[in-house]
């Protein structure tokens, strides 16, 4: 069964979403994601936000962003060592996943990543990282 057939029928579930939010009333154990769109979004969420070593099964599983916290605040500078960590995550975990564009806007002590991402399976585009109040209609 394709990616596509799951992702047409209501009844086929393609995994759990994140974060996990136990509700037996609601989900049954964990909240499952019945869209392809939900899923990757999901998927790029939990790739990103986990450190590089902090699983203990797959050590090399993760995303460097965290190394860059203590970085000087400028979006010119950290744009590339942001955009190198997204993509060397997602080459070796979520080949399928392409990084579309970046955007690090400075919010004062606060710096924050706007992401868009593509895949292959299907033509929309997948904005997994973003901050409070964000205008996408341009972006």
Known sequence: MSVRDIDLDPDK????GFPLNYNRETY???KTNYSYYEQIQDNIKNLLLTKVGERPAIPEFGCRLSEIVFEQNE???LK???EESIKEALDLFLPFVS???TELIENGHTLNILAKFSTEFNDEIIVSLDMPGADF???
């Open 13 to 16: 579930a393609f995994g759990i």
């Open 28 to 30: 049954g154990f964990f």
């Open 75 to 77: 979006p010119s500078i």
């Open 80 to 82: 590339p060592q942001v």
């Open 99 to 101: 990084l579309v564009k």
């Open 137 to 139: 209609s341009e972006y």
